[in-house]
């Protein structure tokens, strides 16, 4: 190994952009990956480590060597990896890890909202089952009956699975839909959650924590949308200003959250709800921000989670418990409104003129088929916009100008 060794679980989406940094500054990322893999597994790049371990070919192998190798550091790559994540840091780095006892309570979203209800925080009527015959006592308990509902799978993210239930008219054939079910994980959905709808301002909040002390990288605002029967596909993320209207509230609640839930050290990704209520916790996940967010937030401030990271193995305790908002900056995610064939995708060239274009993906080719958008892995299978610029109002009108450019690509429903 050429320096100190950063173990690193799971190192997909994001957590691919890990590795790099860290032998940048001269440490020695180590990887380790399980057998079931991630809708995002081919992010995974094995060059960039000096060595690659597999979990589930033999545990006690596995858990001999990273002993051996004395790492100074275990990270969670992504969200499949942050329940080994924990046990690993617990075993091997018990001074960088979080609180070992409420793990669940940052990956089950029922246990998530217990945690955070007994901190005497404000969160979304939920109930965590996997009996359907439990969901009518608690509707009647909650006075939610007739109500809008939300059923989702207790483990899973990126809107995997995310159902709306109008009017909670048909919430046990959504219940009956997910229990049983395999989410993008791969792993069976042995509990869901039935919970009462909200509407307000959503936000995320992404963070960086040592020693139990919470510093924000970045407050960034979501646009969602309902698409056919899907509620909650990604339109846009806009980063804002650290002192934003309403933000002096938002942090401190997305602190107390992560007490509440064990975040001692490392990354989180917190998404909240701010509504007539105040904030309302949607969920939080100790890893980094998905689909490359380390880069466009680093784009808006002109730094991120990694980094600091990074400068906190190298010694810095000096870290800014906020950041600086360097520019206005948005993410753009492309929307089937229908399933088809796609094409007419060379339009989509023309979003490179706007005066605030700064990156575009396009994951899919003419004659390809793709389906109606319904979570953030559709939605990035399809495609993205990321928009950067000084003035404000002019990635507003840049990003209004896409819209009208992404209604030019056709999408041909098939028959039968």
């Not at 060794?5 to 180590?30: F, H, K, T």
């Not at 689909?291 to 990694?306: E, H, K, S, V, Y």
């Not at 906190?312 to 088809?340: C, K, N, W």
Request: aromatic letters at 6%.
């Amino acid at each position: 190994m050429s320096g100190r060794v950063v173990v690193i679980v799971e190192p997909y989406s994001s957590g691919a952009m890990l590795a790099p940094a860290l032998r940048q500054d001269g440490l020695s990322p180590v990887a380790v990956t399980q057998a079931k893999l991630p809708p995002y597994a081919d992010t995974f790049r094995p060059a960039d480590f000096d060595e690659h371990l597999w979990w589930d070919a033999d545990a006690d192998r596995v858990l001999a060597r990273l002993r051996a190798l004395e790492p100074v550091a275990v990270i969670a790559g992504a969200e499949s990896g942050t329940r080994l994540g924990d046990l690993l840091a617990a075993e091997l780095t018990p001074g960088l890890a979080n609180t070992p006892d409420l793990s669940s309570a940052r990956r089950n979203k029922g246990d998530m909202v217990a945690a955070v209800a007994a901190h005497s925080l404000a969160t979304i009527g939920s109930l965590c089952t996997r009996d359907p015959a439990e969901v009518e006592p608690w509707l009647d308990l909650t006075g939610l009956r007739g109500r809008d509902l939300v059923v989702k799978p207790a483990e899973s993210s990126s809107t995997d699975g995310v159902m709306f239930v109008p009017g909670g008219r048909d919430w046990r054939a959504a219940v009956d839909a997910l229990l049983g079910a395999v989410n993008c994980y791969g792993q069976v959905n042995e509990d869901v959650i039935v919970q009462e709808y909200v509407t307000g301002t959503e936000y995320a909040v992404d963070t960086f924590s040592f020693e139990g002390r919470h510093t924000v990288n970045d407050i960034a605002r979501y646009r969602k949308a309902h698409n056919g029967g899907h509620i909650a596909v990604y339109e846009s993320m806009e980063f804002l200003p650290f002192d934003g209207p309403g933000h002096a509230e938002l942090v401190e609640y997305v602190r107390r959250v992560l007490d509440a839930v064990g975040v001692r050290f490392g990354a989180a990704h917190t998404e909240v709800m701010l509504t007539d209520r105040g904030p309302l916790l949607i969920e939080t996940a100790a890893r980094l921000g998905g689909g490359g967010q380390p880069w466009t937030c680093q784009l808006a401030t002109g730094d991120n989670a990694i980094d600091r990271l990074v400068r906190y193995l190298g010694g810095d305790r000096d870290i800014r418990a906020d950041y600086p908002l360097e520019q206005s900056v948005l993410v753009a995610y492309f929307m089937a409104r229908t399933s088809g064939r796609v094409g007419n995708l060379v339009a989509l060239d023309a979003i490179r003129d706007l005066e605030s274009f700064c990156h575009l993906q396009v994951n899919v080719r003419d004659g390809d088929h793709i389906a109606q958008t319904a979570d953030l892995f559709d939605s990035q299978g399809f495609g993205t916009v990321v928009l950067g610029h000084e003035d404000p109002g002019q990635v507003r009108a840049d990003y209004a100008e896409l819209r009208r450019i992404e209604r030019e690509v056709i999408i041909e429903a098939l028959a039968g």
